[in-house]
């Protein structure tokens, strides 16, 4: 049988690696420099104008974020079901109550019906997820958020580089989190980044990354250690001069995709919306796990299913949810397939996933 296909694979050239040793030759390893310079190219690359702040994974990303945007016990924060569970469990590591709402069945994003549906006094915001590379519908939950008094925060993780309307993914919030562990559309090993809506919360934000410590043991505070090293920086200020050709390739891979696939549903995008295709992922509504092995183990393709339990769901968050339905959400966590979208697959690649989708499908049907 042919080589397998994995479902992602994070690309490391020679540069990451000449990156790395010069700064552990340096002899300078912790977050110094490196984190600096990375943190100001990031916010340059993709939401100029705010402010970046590195930590050490997208999860102490959202958690550091929600700290510093002020939520804490006794709030109610909007948020998908339909996502990694990271996403709600940084609302309840902050000690408040994460409320999940149901999605849109086209973009896999957050309806704002469903959010003004949720919204309650103790609503303090809403966390759209930019699922799969799509943006969530931010002019709706922007003006939603703004109608009723909340703030939004941004989940960015798998989105880099996603915009609508010409306006960035991670320029709507009162701060974003974009991940950089080594699956998502650039790594630094693993790491995340906190783009602040201004001055003040990347401040709150940094104070928590570094044990509330602006000057050195003056803490104000109190905090986390959530540093990024130089070491990660390093390897992340690589990748970002490389993200962007990465991105138009998922794109094409995308365009390929939908166009010869047939007997599933492909993933439509929203007018306006720049896709950048963390996952693409279709739906198949009959036998999808059958389907998911068929791939596997005729075609030896990976695809992925992301994710086969909604967080309501989960033994760890349905104490947040008892009893609630999400039926656009369970519908999707049934029959969702990611197909290998990534940039390294060759064209070789991409006929291999279009026959074996289309072998499968059509047998199916
Ligand atoms: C990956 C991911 C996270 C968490 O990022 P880590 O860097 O793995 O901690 C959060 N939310 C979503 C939607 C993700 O895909």
């Not at 408040?96 to 709402?101: C, G, I, Q, R, S």
């Not at 309806?111 to 002019?139: E, F, R």
């Not at 974009?178 to 709150?204: C, Q």
Request: with cysteine.
């Amino acid at each position: 049988m042919n080589a397998f296909i994995p479902p992602a694979k994070p690309i490391i050239g020679a540069e990451e690696r000449e990156a790395v040793d010069r700064v552990l030759l340096s002899g300078m390893i912790a977050q110094g420099a490196e984190v600096a310079s990375f943190e100001q190219e990031f916010s340059e690359h993709f939401v100029p104008g705010r402010p970046s702040v590195a930590v050490n994974s997208g999860t102490a990303g959202l958690h550091l974020g929600l700290l510093a945007a002020g939520v804490g016990p006794g709030d109610e924060v909007i948020v998908p079901s339909f996502t990694f569970a990271a996403t709600a469990n940084s609302v309840a590591l902050t000690g408040a109550t994460p409320v999940f709402a149901d999605i849109e069945p086209r973009t896999f994003c957050l309806d704002p019906d469903a959010v003004a549906a949720a919204i309650t006094s103790k609503t303090k915001g809403v966390m759209p997820v930019h699922l799969y590379g799509h943006p969530a519908p931010m002019k709706e939950l922007v003006a939603l958020a703004q109608e009723r008094g909340i703030d939004v925060y941004e989940d960015a993780a798998q989105a880099h580089g996603a915009s609508l309307d010409g306006h960035p993914v991670g320029s709507f919030g009162a701060f974003a989190m974009f991940s950089l562990y080594p699956t998502k559309n650039m790594t630094s090993g693993e790491g995340g980044m906190i783009v602040g809506a201004d001055e003040d919360i990347a401040r709150r934000a940094r104070l928590l990354r570094n044990q509330g410590m602006e000057r050195q043991y003056e803490n104000e505070i109190v905090g986390f250690n959530a540093r990024m090293t130089d070491i990660h920086a390093a390897i992340g200020r690589v990748q970002l001069t490389k993200v962007d050709a990465w991105t138009r390739t998922r794109q094409m891979n995308a365009d390929f995709l939908d166009k010869n696939l047939r007997g599933v549903a492909t993933p439509p995008v929203a007018q306006g919306a720049n896709h950048v295709y963390h996952q693409y992922t279709v739906r198949v509504p009959e036998d999808r796990d059958g389907f998911v092995a068929a791939l596997k183990d005729e075609h030896n393709v990976g695809a992925g299913v992301y994710y086969p339990i909604p967080n309501h769901r989960l033994p760890s968050l349905r104490r947040y949810a008892p009893g609630l339905e999400l039926p656009v959400t369970e519908q999707a966590a049934a029959e969702v397939v990611s197909l290998p979208v990534h940039p390294s697959l060759s064209q070789g690649d991409l006929d291999r996933i279009v026959h074996a989708v289309n072998t499968v499908a059509g047998a199916g049907a």
